[in-house]
């Protein structure tokens, strides 16, 4: 039977498989060609996956928190302010990629790093985060059909950018 919330388990197994991948090219050996073409595909996948599931978060979870509390709390202040921080360092590391078309000369890998492992220490304090404040909180104040209805919405949330898109 499905969860209310597998979507934003699902997707938040999906952001730790790439993010999973961002730490190996930080921390293995390997062929610097090989590395830039890796860091490069994590680039190209985490983007539209991290814009669409913080803007799932944005417009279902932290609205229905807000709810509940009735007034914007402190957490969701931080969580919100985690999402643009990800952002700007996401944005950042594909202009270390040099999407602009500069040569390999101008890749300066340890600033990848470091810069990449920021990313990975916010999401993965973000994600922690969370789970212990939005998931536990709404499951324990919400009904069965209110939970279901926040599923509707990540769809319907889906469906919109979709549409955008096109």
Aim: include cysteine; glycine fraction near 4%; aromatic fraction near 8%.
């Amino acid at each position: 039977m499905e969860r209310w919330d597998d979507q934003v388990t699902q997707d938040h197994q999906a952001l730790e498989a790439q993010v999973g991948v961002l730490k190996l090219i930080l921390t293995e050996d390997i062929a610097e060609q090989d590395r830039r073409g890796a860091f490069k595909r994590f680039i190209r996948a985490i983007g539209p996956a991290l814009v669409l599931h913080l803007r799932k978060e944005e417009q279902v979870l932290f609205p229905a928190l807000e709810k509940l509390s009735g007034e914007k709390s402190d957490a969701i202040v931080v969580l919100r302010e985690q999402h643009q921080q990800l952002l700007v360092l996401l944005k950042y590391l594909a202009e270390l990629e040099c999407w602009c078309g500069c040569g390999p000369e101008s890749f300066d890998w340890k600033e990848v790093a470091r810069a990449g492992q920021r990313f990975v220490n916010l999401l993965e304090e973000h994600e922690r985060r969370e789970d212990q404040l939005l998931i536990h909180v709404l499951e324990s104040s919400l009904k069965p059909q209110e939970l279901k209805n926040l599923a509707r919405a990540f769809q319907q949330i889906v469906w919109q950018i979709f549409q955008e898109e096109v």
